[in-house]
């Protein structure tokens, strides 16, 4: 295996026009022979670069609106040829095929018409076809062909060229072949899985996925695992698409609880009220709205203030500069929020490890989305859970029915609940939690859990009694026994909302009624694995 291979001959073609000019031009100074097409070759052309069109070279028109151009044997054996392989180099001497030692291709926009919304027959224009092909080809005779897809790699081949006095490494030009396999690869999944939804498949036979680099991380959950976060490009407002504008670089665990907390605290309109979500390892340790976003911070906080300590803060409005004073005076990993006033971003900065990523918005949490989760041997896959529950979709089931006041802190326990991990129990009192019981093995268990961090967190604030004392409850799925409930009412609940259909349901609702609490059922549940 040679390690040099000279490049003399060059394919341009892209729909990308970033850096065309100054590529070509570079490689023109070098003596490569300069191919491409139609409007490559003009963008070329008019800057002055030496160009010779696809068309010259298999003496065949570009036809068809230009989908048929480069699928031919002169461009595809000049590309596949063996260089040390008798047949094939005779083969192109007999055939008029010229080796082709650079391709460089970036593909018809696909995916950035499936993000501003094109039409069924727009997006089919958009397939490309010729691109593929040629860079699978170049990548598969990476032997003697370097294959450049991404715009961010040209002054990687410049400096290659450079460094071998115009050649090109064995090891350049496997790794470019691995990136041009990998972009052929994701752009095919994302037009089967576009395909897939434009004629209503939910189980396509086969299923892609693809995703692209964002960060290298220095180590996932634990620091012996090898991490990385990658984009999917739904462009859906949240840490993924955030403006980082200061502190440390985020880890794995930063990432994965933001995001929690950001698309917890997307429940809550913004143009209702403000609303603060503080997570700690993907669970909510206080949530809240208040009339200002200061004072939503403050009850948030003092849900559970020993676990707020290095936790995660998510706003649905832009953080302002009362709210950043209250927010530094403990240590806090992250803030998200659609956005910053000068005021507090100028707060911020004198706490220099701590991380501040703006959205400038808030996703849609409504909107559908596809889950996975990696199993051994295979993947599970899933819409996201955008269940909403309203107050026409509640039904009464005590003798005693909710205050508006009592409905209010239910709906708002509700969708708390839906972003706990399960077992989820959560007491909400006044706009706020005041106790979460989550991910514990029974639904008994996270009853106490949220009761005692109740009790615990009103002794700190100086209260006589528990912060739960007339509390609303929210259950993420049914009560299979009447306990969770008798220990939500013990630890002051006086109403309930959970989704009912257990096979003891009226033994709950008896229960209920024998303690005078008001009871809802909303006929869904909000499982959180």
């Known amino acids: 295996m040679q390690d040099l291979a000279p490049l003399r001959r060059a394919l341009l073609s892209v729909s990308d026009k970033t850096g065309l000019v100054e590529l070509g031009q570079a490689l023109a100074a070098r003596g490569v022979e300069i191919l491409s ?42 590309l596949l040829a063996l260089r040390d392989n008798e047949a094939h180099v005779a083969a192109m001497q007999d055939h008029g095929i010229g080796a082709i030692d650079l391709l460089v291709v970036n593909l018809y926009p696909f995916e950035a018409a499936l993000a501003r919304g094109a039409d069924y027959d727009e997006m089919i224009e958009n397939i490309d076809i010729g691109g593929p092909a040629m860079i699978r080809a170049a990548a598969k005779n990476h032997a003697f062909v370097t294959t450049i897809v991404d715009v961010q790699d040209y002054d990687a081949l410049l400096a290659e060229l450079d460094a071998n006095d115009g050649q090109t490494s064995y090891g350049f030009r496997q790794r470019q072949a691995q990136i041009a396999y990998a972009r052929t690869g994701a752009y095919d999944a994302a037009v089967s899985t576009w395909m897939a939804g434009a004629v209503n498949e939910p189980t396509p036979r086969r299923r892609a996925f693809a995703g692209e680099l964002k960060q290298t991380l220095r180590y996932g959950e634990n620091s012996h695992q090898q991490a990385a976060f990658y984009t999917d490009g739904s462009h859906r407002p949240g840490v993924a698409t955030a403006t980082q504008l200061q502190g440390k670089e985020l880890s794995y665990n930063n990432i994965n609880d933001t995001d929690a907390a950001f698309e917890l605290v997307a429940e809550f309109d913004p143009a209702d009220t403000p609303a603060v979500a503080i997570i700690k390892h993907a669970n909510p340790c206080g949530v809240a709205k208040g009339a200002t976003l200061v004072e939503a911070y403050q009850k948030a906080f003092d849900c559970d203030r020993t676990s707020a300590f290095g936790g995660i803060v998510a706003l649905n409005q832009p953080l302002d500069a009362e709210t950043a004073t209250k927010i530094v005076e403990i240590f806090t990993e992250v803030v998200i929020a659609p956005g910053a006033s000068e005021a507090a971003k ?41 269940g909403y529950v309203g107050m026409d979709d509640l039904k009464v089931v005590t003798e005693k029915a909710p205050t508006e006041a009592q409905m209010r802190d239910l709906l708002f326990a509700w969708k708390v609940a839906k972003h706990v991990k399960s077992n989820a ?31 615990r967190m009103a002794a700190d604030l100086g209260l006589a009694e528990s912060l739960a004392k007339g509390c609303a409850v929210a259950s993420d799925a049914f009560f299979p026994f009447a306990d969770g409930l008798l220990e939500a009412a013990a630890a002051g609940g006086t109403c309930v909302i959970q989704p009912g259909g257990s096979m003891r349901d009226q033994e709950v609702i008896d229960a209920a009624n024998e303690k005078g609490l008001a009871m809802v059922f909303t006929g869904m549940r909000h499982f959180r694995h």
């Open 346 to 386: 100028e707060i911020f900065a004198a706490k220099k490890n701590l991380r501040l990523l703006l959205t400038d918005g808030l996703p849609d949490v409504r909107k559908p989305l596809t889950a996975y989760k990696q199993v051994a041997g295979g993947v599970l896959v899933q819409d996201k859970d955008v």
């Open 37 to 78: 097409t139609g409007g490559s070759a003009k963008t070329l052309r008019d800057a002055g670069v030496a160009v010779k069109d696809v068309a010259e070279v298999t003496e065949f028109p570009e036809m068809m609106d230009g989908r048929v151009k480069t699928l031919h044997p002169r461009v595809h054996g000049g």
């Open 425 to 455: 129990i959560v007491y909400v009192k006044d706009q706020a939690t005041v106790g979460v019981g989550a991910g514990q093995m029974s639904r008994l268990d996270s009853a106490n859990v949220a009761a005692s961090k109740a009790g």
